[in-house]
């Protein structure tokens, strides 16, 4: 279906009958198939049609009465089209019969004549007004069957005089009949109901015959209530002797409802079922039967009619011209001079014109109905509609009719009412139809075309990096257009350059910040030794959950770096304390492990067990945040591991020769290299002599130790 927009405001849909058609013929065609292959299967043609095909056929009753609804709606819509052609032709007739009386002299047309053509103008334009209103409500009530857009004005792409031929009315009634009643599916789910009910009868009559299966205990009485449990027992106040028991019992029932009769009743009521599944079978086929024959003799008669309409729409537009041919001659008659045909002559053959356009468009829209009346009657049997493709599922009406154009919806729209009537604008400007763009839309002054999608069942990313493969794939634009891609693709892209760049420039601050602190660069980087480990946790826990790289996850691996550098710096600050007062490095990697074992260890797991409620997204929007909590656990663990047994080896591995003097350039540091010297000098005058002990009498640590 072509959709377009009308001038006035409402959009004009254009629908083809032969689209429609040709599907459902197909559909037929299946269905046809699957039936012969059913009861093929069954191995006789009457045999019941199975729970499925039943499910099936009463779909197919229900979906050709919905096609034969849209069908009678698109045929109203068809011969209202028509109507409204024929009278917008009657119409201009009329204008030219007035035009024409007007200008004939007073001797040999009086005034009244004038009068009367007049007032047959304005019938044939509120005839058109009211074959519009038909057009519309015909179209509204189509557009509410297919549930289209209710201000949608359906203009058929057919012609109005269309005649739709799918069964040949010539084919005997009996053969009809036949076969409706082999293809109807409202027979077919009939049967399958005669059949279930033959199938509850069996049922009912083996009823007392098949026997219940009961199981039950006999442990205790009455009738068995506890069939295990302890058990136990004494005298007196003494209870003892406790022990496990269980008694079971099978028994077959025979149940006969009082006496037998009650399943004779319950027989009888079944067998009143099928006889009445039955009836209504029998009554299903009659029905049929008679759709079958009404629907022949409706199309039977449209045909005719359809005939001799035709004749008469000829014979009216002959008399039409030949009225207006003579409206101008004249004859003598004595001394008079007399018109050949006088105006109301002329009137008469324009109102046998309107009626002859009413009496066609009214049997051809008849005929139309009937033949989808006919086909929906015999079942839809695509084998018939195809027996005889030479006929041609479509025929139009003869040369000689008078085409009718399609009616323009831009030009009947009122410019000005006036008290002569109403002005509409075919009357003041050509309207033809062309193509344009629909709609312009611009950005930054410039045209600009959008192709927007919404993806489903992928991430942004993944999106995004189809995008540009495509727009690789589809070559440089050409000259003076540009592509871009807009949407949430270019804030996720600035995000994570942004993010990117913060976790970069973090761990360069983290480092500085520690080359400062450990006054030795070695040390800055076996704390950062522990970003990789996280970074590789982090990924792992995404991989494994199924979570995508997102903000949150982003977030929670920038956390676990925070909290693993804390953790390595807490490890290395004992573990270079330890070699600086005289171990190996080895010895001082272990020991500052084995102290700082307890805190780390409850660190990570405080921290784990607060994000496993996040990770496991509970709650209500919990899985916006899941992702925060499940890239902390993968960052943390992995962390926890490489801090507790790869950082203590890098570090004995970097500094077991490296040097214990401190780089401190400081004079007043004790450890620096140029403490001694400035404390051969005499300490000035001014301000406060430094302490003797090189320990800070507070902290007891040396000013330049870690």
Same mark, same amino acid.
């Given at each position: 279906?072509?959709?377009?927009?009308?001038?006035?405001?409402?959009?004009?849909?254009?629908?083809?009958?032969?689209?429609?058609?040709?599907?459902?013929?197909?559909?037929?065609?299946?269905?046809?198939?699957?039936?012969?292959?059913?009861?093929?299967?069954?191995?006789?043609?009457?045999?019941?049609?199975?729970?499925?095909?039943?499910?099936?056929?009463?779909?197919?009753?229900?979906?050709?009465?919905?096609?034969?609804?849209?069908?009678?709606?698109?045929?109203?819509?068809?011969?209202?089209?028509?109507?409204?052609?024929?009278?917008?032709?009657?119409?201009?007739?009329?204008?030219?019969?007035?035009?024409?009386?007007?200008?004939?002299?007073?001797?040999?047309?009086?005034?009244?004549?004038?009068?009367?053509?007049?007032?047959?103008?304005?019938?044939?334009?509120?005839?058109?007004?009211?074959?519009?209103?038909?057009?519309?409500?015909?179209?509204?009530?189509?557009?509410?069957?297919?549930?289209?857009?209710?201000?949608?004005?359906?203009?058929?792409?057919?012609?109005?005089?269309?005649?739709?031929?799918?069964?040949?009315?010539?084919?005997?009634?009996?053969?009809?009949?036949?076969?409706?009643?082999?293809?109807?599916?409202?027979?077919?789910?009939?049967?399958?109901?005669?059949?279930?009910?033959?199938?509850?009868?069996?049922?009912?009559?083996?009823?007392?015959?098949?026997?219940?299966?009961?199981?039950?205990?006999?442990?205790?009485?009455?009738?068995?209530?506890?069939?295990?449990?302890?058990?136990?027992?004494?005298?007196?106040?003494?209870?003892?002797?406790?022990?496990?028991?269980?008694?079971?019992?099978?028994?077959?029932?025979?149940?006969?409802?009082?006496?037998?009769?009650?399943?004779?009743?319950?027989?009888?009521?079944?067998?009143?079922?099928?006889?009445?599944?039955?009836?209504?079978?029998?009554?299903?086929?009659?029905?049929?039967?008679?759709?079958?024959?009404?629907?022949?003799?409706?199309?039977?008669?449209?045909?005719?009619?359809?005939?001799?309409?035709?004749?008469?729409?000829?014979?009216?537009?002959?008399?039409?011209?030949?009225?207006?041919?003579?409206?101008?001659?004249?004859?003598?008659?004595?001394?008079?001079?007399?018109?050949?045909?006088?105006?109301?002559?002329?009137?008469?053959?324009?109102?046998?014109?309107?009626?002859?356009?009413?009496?066609?468009?009214?049997?051809?829209?008849?005929?139309?109905?009937?033949?989808?009346? *006919?086909?929906?009657?015999?079942?839809?049997?695509?084998?018939?509609?195809?027996?005889?493709?030479?006929?041609?599922?479509?025929?139009?009406?003869?040369?000689?009719?008078?085409?009718?154009?399609?009616?323009?919806?831009?030009?009947?729209?009122?410019?000005?009412?006036?008290?002569?009537?109403?002005?509409?604008?075919?009357?003041?400007?050509?309207?033809?139809?062309?193509?344009?763009?629909?709609?312009?839309?611009?950005?930054?002054?410039?045209?600009?075309?959008?192709?927007?999608?919404?993806?489903?069942?992928?991430?942004?990313?993944?999106?995004?990096?189809?995008?540009?493969?495509?727009?690789?794939?589809?070559?440089?634009?050409?000259?003076?257009?540009?592509?871009?891609?807009?949407?949430?693709?270019?804030?996720?892209?600035?995000?994570?350059?942004?993010?990117?760049?913060?976790?970069?420039?973090?761990?360069?601050?983290?480092?500085?910040?520690?080359?400062?602190?450990?006054?030795?660069?070695?040390?800055?980087?076996?704390?950062?030794?522990?970003?990789?480990?996280?970074?590789?946790?982090?990924?792992?826990?995404?991989?494994?959950?199924?979570?995508?790289?997102?903000?949150?996850?982003?977030?929670?691996?920038?956390?676990?770096?925070?909290?693993?550098?804390?953790?390595a710096i807490l490890l290395l600050t004992f573990a270079e304390r330890s070699?600086?007062?005289?171990?190996?490095?080895?010895?001082?990697?272990?020991?500052?492990?084995?102290?700082?074992?307890?805190?780390? *260890?409850?660190?990570?797991?405080?921290?784990?067990?607060?994000?496993?409620?996040?990770?496991?997204?509970?709650?209500?929007?919990?899985?916006?945040?899941?992702?925060?909590?499940?890239?902390?656990?993968?960052?943390?663990?992995?962390?926890?591991?490489?801090?507790?047994?790869?950082?203590?080896?890098?570090?004995?591995?970097?500094?077991?020769?490296?040097?214990?003097?401190?780089?401190?350039?400081?004079?007043?540091?004790?450890?620096?290299?140029?403490?001694?010297?400035?404390?051969?000098?005499?300490?000035?005058?001014?301000?406060?002599?430094?302490?003797?002990?090189?320990?800070?009498?507070q902290t007891g640590i040396q000013p330049g130790a870690v």
């Amino acid at each position: 279906m072509d959709a377009g927009v009308c001038s006035g405001g409402a959009s004009t849909a254009r629908a083809s009958l032969l689209i429609l058609f040709w599907w459902r013929l197909g559909h037929d065609q299946r269905w046809q198939r699957g039936a012969e292959k059913a009861r093929t299967e069954k191995g006789c043609e009457q045999a019941p049609p199975d729970k499925s095909l039943a499910r099936q056929a009463s779909l197919q009753a229900a979906t050709n009465d919905s096609l034969q609804a849209v069908a009678e709606a698109y045929f109203n819509v068809l011969q209202a089209r028509g109507e409204l052609a024929g009278a917008e032709d009657t119409v201009q007739r009329t204008e030219e019969l007035l035009r024409r009386a007007e200008g004939l002299a007073p001797n040999l047309a009086p005034p009244v004549e004038v009068v009367r053509t007049r007032a047959e103008l304005a019938r044939r334009r509120q005839f058109a007004v009211g074959a519009r209103e038909r057009w519309r409500t015909a179209s509204a009530e189509l557009v509410r069957l297919l549930r289209l857009d209710a201000s949608a004005l359906v203009n058929p792409l057919e012609p109005p005089d269309l005649r739709v031929t799918l069964i040949r009315l010539d084919l005997p009634l009996d053969n009809l009949i036949e076969v409706g009643l082999l293809t109807r599916p409202e027979l077919a789910a009939q049967r399958a109901l005669v059949q279930a009910t033959l199938e509850r009868l069996r049922q009912e009559r083996l009823r007392p015959l098949v026997p219940s299966v009961l199981l039950r205990g006999t442990a205790t009485n009455p009738a068995g209530t506890f069939a295990a449990g302890p058990f136990g027992g004494g005298t007196n106040e003494f209870l003892g002797n406790f022990g496990a028991r269980g008694d079971f019992d099978i028994q077959l029932v025979w149940q006969l409802d009082n006496l037998g009769f009650g399943n004779l009743a319950r027989v009888d009521e079944r067998r009143a079922e099928n006889r009445l599944a039955r009836l209504e079978l029998f009554r299903t086929q009659d029905r049929i039967a008679a759709e079958v024959a009404l629907a022949l003799a409706q199309g039977q008669s449209a045909a005719d009619r359809a005939r001799e309409a035709e004749q008469e729409v000829r014979d009216a537009i002959d008399s039409v011209a030949k009225n207006f041919e003579g409206l101008g001659q004249t004859k003598r008659a004595g001394n008079l001079n007399l018109l050949v045909i006088r105006p109301q002559e002329a009137v008469a053959a324009v109102q046998a014109l309107g009626q002859a356009y009413i009496d066609y468009y009214t049997a051809v829209g008849d005929h139309n109905r009937a033949q989808f009346r *006919l086909y929906r009657a015999l079942g839809q049997p695509a084998h018939l509609a195809l027996a005889h493709p030479e006929d041609g599922c479509v025929a139009g009406a003869p040369a000689a009719l008078p085409p009718a154009h399609p009616v323009p919806t831009a030009g009947l729209i009122t410019v000005k009412r006036t008290p002569e009537g109403q002005i509409l604008l075919r009357d003041v400007a050509s309207v033809e139809e062309g193509t344009m763009a629909g709609e312009v839309d611009r950005y930054n002054m410039r045209r600009m075309v959008s192709i927007t999608a919404n993806a489903g069942g992928e991430d942004l990313g993944r999106v995004a990096g189809h995008i540009a493969q495509a727009l690789k794939a589809a070559g440089e634009p050409p000259r003076g257009v540009t592509v871009a891609v807009r949407g949430q693709v270019a804030p996720m892209e600035q995000l994570f350059t942004g993010l990117t760049s913060g976790l970069g420039l973090a761990v360069i601050v983290i480092l500085l910040l520690l080359t400062a602190y450990f006054q030795s660069l070695r040390l800055a980087l076996i704390v950062a030794s522990t970003v990789p480990a996280v970074l590789a946790g982090v990924v792992l826990a995404l991989l494994l959950t199924g979570t995508t790289l997102n903000i949150q996850s982003f977030m929670g691996a920038i956390m676990a770096i925070g909290v693993a550098v804390a953790n390595a710096i807490l490890l290395l600050t004992f573990a270079e304390r330890s070699r600086l007062g005289g171990a190996a490095a080895v010895a001082a990697a272990v020991e500052g492990s084995e102290s700082r074992l307890r805190p780390i *260890l409850m660190t990570s797991c405080a921290m784990l067990a607060g994000m496993v409620p996040m990770a496991l997204a509970f709650g209500e929007g919990g899985e916006q945040t899941a992702p925060l909590g499940r890239a902390v656990i993968g960052g943390l663990i992995a962390a926890t591991l490489a801090t507790l047994t790869v950082l203590p080896a890098v570090f004995a591995l970097v500094q077991v020769r490296t040097s214990r003097a401190s780089p401190s350039l400081h004079p007043q540091d004790p450890d620096s290299r140029y403490f001694a010297a400035h404390a051969e000098k005499p300490a000035p005058s001014e301000g406060p002599a430094l302490p003797s002990n090189p320990h800070d009498p507070q902290t007891g640590i040396q000013p330049g130790a870690v």
